[in-house]
């Protein structure tokens, strides 16, 4: 299993490799975009991206601060103006190096268990986008194979005796049932959709085949 950690840095690569960012935007849209990350703050973000540097994965550029607003004539006192607001600090922008956009490359080409656990689906999922298909339908058909064995083992724990088990208790467990029970037809839909696309596409013709080996 991939620590917190490793999974942060997934996210960050990703974001990096659609476009540089600085810090902020970095965090906003690992907060939009990636709701498992919306505990991460500031000091976990950061140390991760100093880590990234130090790996040469990542590389930074200072930008300038945007120009501060023209200045206004004060209402009732003509020649007075407001005093222009203090240039902001140079922003740090992040942005992915040729070893980091191939290890990134390598993280999205890999389909193992790792990729089907909770939080690191949701990175890789998010990140489909930069995905080739086969790996694709590789993660979703692993989780819903890990899903399939969560729902097992809820339907084998509601056989048991419930006398020890208050309705609180029982809700709750209704409750996980049916969530398990709704990525599991949620993963069915995109299976389906994804297996359909590899049927649409064309294959190439024992010539072309033969050219590509040949050259």
Known sequence: MRSRSDVLETAVLGLLNESPLHGYELRKRLNLVLGSFRAFSYGTLYPA??????RGL??????????PPPRKTKPGIPGR??????LGRRRVVYELTAEGKEHLQTVLATAGPA??????FDVRFALFAQTDAETRLRVLEGRRTRLTERL????????HPRSRLDEYALELQRFGLEKVEREVRWLDSLISTERGRAAAQPR???QDQTKKERG
């Open 115 to 120: 990729a089907w656990e909770d939080d690191n």
């Open 58 to 67: 990542i590389a930074t550029t200072e930008s300038d601060p945007p120009p």
């Open 81 to 86: 103006t407001t005093k222009p607001k203090p």
């Open 152 to 159: 097992e083992a809820f339907r084998e724990s509601a056989t």
């Open 49 to 54: 991206l100093k880590a990234l540097v130090a």
């Open 204 to 206: 190439p013709s024992q």
